[in-house]
């Protein structure tokens, strides 16, 4: 119980941005079509869709979060392993 | 120039020989290699006042009892004043400073001038208010007035003291804090009191708070709405469900204490389902501002112009559809969970 149980939601969190940022971007996200990157012959592509935002989410969160998803993961594990 | 010219080169002999120091303080010769310290009068830097409390201090623990006997009345008068000074100086700096962190820290995450908008409200408007969120149906202008600045041309939304449709976050936090203690005091009615349920319902309550805070912003953001609405704004809309739940929650409990229907019963369920359905009229109705700022043809969002006249057609739809989503289904769940406790 940490914070009366805001911690589940923090635990929730911390794991959904997990699952973004371990997409793989040659493997599955190009596959299906997910890259940002556009392809440069054909025009503009319609950046307001909901499919180029979400996108554009994943791309931002899996350049952002990277490096910092290192320290709260090792802190959450290292917390869990002491008191959890 | 000549003579510290011949006495530089050896300076391994020279403490012995020379006493340059006055007399007070030749009790301390060794330690003493800066000038004797001048006058308080002089200006002194954080340079000086450092070393000249390093050097008494080394002093007094070098030499023991007897110099600081020699050299107390001394000592005293020297460090009285500048360190008094210096003291005053850096006590200032240092309240000034953490003022101004915590005016920035707090500042940072609190708009406290923009809460204070918020809370001017007044009898009139508190009760007409709650009115509006019980019976939203005959109710008739929606919008939000605007005032212009005096300066330019941007308009600023009225308080909500002026502005009946103005979110305010009084309604809000006061419904917020009675439906955390009338739901504990009716498990206390029940005989399941327990003081971690206060606790408990708090956690819900922020959290559902929170939970749709993040809704509504990622709705906005995957449907690239950009409104020129507040955080805060979201906040109280999204608090004044609290008012249909205590209402509820009142009633209900009220209900099958008349013995009309049991605890979850047809006419508990009536009350709960008039009251989400007055709240989510209530919001979407209001929120359309927020959901829809290009009410009225100025402005397509973001496919601009005339060419994106399609576009923006089935961006509205789509921003329509997600404003009923979101007004009807997530404020039905989060209205059944508050109200389940």
């Not at chain 2, 070393?51 to 201090?57: M, R």
């Not at chain 2, 005091?185 to 708070?209: D, I, K, Q």
Request: aromatic share 12%; with cysteine.
């Amino acid at each position: 119980m940490v914070l009366f149980g805001l911690g589940g939601l923090l635990y929730v969190s911390v794991l959904l941005i997990n699952a973004i940022a371990i997409l793989s971007e040659d493997r599955f996200l190009a596959r299906i079509g997910w890259t940002s990157s556009a392809d440069p012959g054909f025009g503009g592509r319609d950046e307001a869709s909901v499919k180029a935002r979400l996108v554009n989410l994943v791309s931002s969160v899996r350049t952002l979060m990277r490096i910092p998803l290192i320290v709260i993961n090792t802190f959450v594990i290292i917390y869990e392993l002491i008191l959890g | 120039m000549q003579r510290p010219n011949y006495s530089n080169p050896p300076p391994a002999h020279s403490p012995p020989l020379h006493h340059p120091v006055p007399q007070h303080v030749s009790t301390v010769p060794q330690l003493r290699s800066p000038p004797p310290p001048q006058p308080p009068s002089q200006p002194h830097s954080g340079y000086g006042y450092g070393q000249q409390h390093g050097g008494p201090g080394a002093g007094a623990g070098a030499g023991g009892g007897g110099y600081n006997n020699n050299m107390g009345p001394n000592f005293n008068n020297f460090m009285n004043d500048p360190t008094a000074q210096m003291m005053g100086q850096f006590g200032k700096t240092a309240y000034s400073a953490g003022q101004e962190y915590v005016e920035q820290n707090i500042g940072r995450f609190v708009n406290v001038s923009a809460l204070k908008h918020y809370f001017n409200v007044s009898n009139s408007y508190v009760g007409t208010k709650l009115y509006i969120v019980l019976f939203p149906w005959w109710h008739r202008p929606w919008s939000r007035q605007q005032r212009m600045s005096n300066s330019g041309q941007d308009g600023y939304y009225l308080p909500p003291r002026e502005d009946i449709n103005s979110p305010d976050m009084y309604i809000p936090s006061m419904a917020l804090v009675t439906y955390i203690l009338l739901s504990t005091l009716l498990a206390g009615l029940r005989g399941a009191f327990h003081p971690e349920l206060l606790g408990y319902n708090t956690t819900l309550a922020l959290l559902v708070l929170l939970l749709e805070l993040l809704v509504i912003k990622s709705g906005t953001f995957l449907l690239s709405i950009s409104s020129s609405s507040q955080l805060l704004d979201l906040l109280a809309y999204s608090g004044y469900k609290f008012v249909g739940v205590i209402i509820s929650l009142l009633a209900s409990e009220l209900l099958t204490h008349l013995g009309l229907g049991g605890r979850g019963g047809w006419a508990g369920w009536l009350v709960f389902l008039y009251c989400f359905g007055a709240n989510a009229f209530f919001l979407l109705r209001s929120l359309r501002y927020v959901l829809l700022p290009d009410q009225g043809g100025q402005g397509v969002g973001v496919g601009g112009g005339a060419a994106g006249y399609t576009v923006a057609r089935s961006q509205k739809f789509r921003r329509t559809q997600f404003l009923f989503v979101y007004s009807y289904v997530v404020q039905f769940g989060f209205m059944l969970w508050l109200s389940k406790v």
